[in-house]
């Protein structure tokens, strides 16, 4: 059994970064992928990031390329999901998650782990 911890989450102005945390209490195994996931009000969950835990392979949604990283320390079995050049569009809440294989996929329904998620809000 997997539990999962956000934090990290907060007001911030247009244009400012945020970084996510995600600790995981239980064992990671090596063949776990991790995923960042987000809601923002009145819309579906969506993806935004994922990444192996073994090898640190990652997958990006596309409107956030080039302005989050997701990375994992190992020895502290968490996950961070760093946030740069924040736009409005990207107030939601932001789950963290994760599944059994080390497959990246985008869909929610193939993780089997979910924290309670944390607010970012982004003022213009």
């Known amino acids: 059994q997997v539990q999962l911890e956000e934090s990290g989450g907060g007001l911030v102005q247009a244009g400012a970064s945020l970084r996510l945390s995600c600790a995981a209490s239980?064992?990671?195994?090596?063949?776990?992928?991790m995923g960042w996931f987000r809601q923002a009000p009145g819309k579906e969950r969506e993806f935004v990031a994922a990444?192996?835990?073994?090898?640190?392979?990652?997958y990006y949604q596309d409107s956030v390329k080039g302005r989050f990283t997701i990375s994992r320390d190992r020895a502290k079995n968490t996950v961070y999901l760093q946030m740069n050049s924040l736009k409005p569009e990207d107030t939601a809440v932001y789950y963290c998650?994760?599944?059994?294989?080390?497959?990246?996929?985008?869909?929610?329904?193939?993780?089997?782990?979910w924290g309670q998620g944390t607010q970012v809000t982004v003022s213009s």
């Open positions: 998650a994760a599944r059994g294989s080390a497959v990246l996929i985008t869909a929610e329904f193939g993780y089997s782990y």
């Open positions: 990444l192996t835990w073994s090898g640190g392979s990652t």
């Open positions: 239980g064992r990671i195994f090596s063949s776990y992928a």
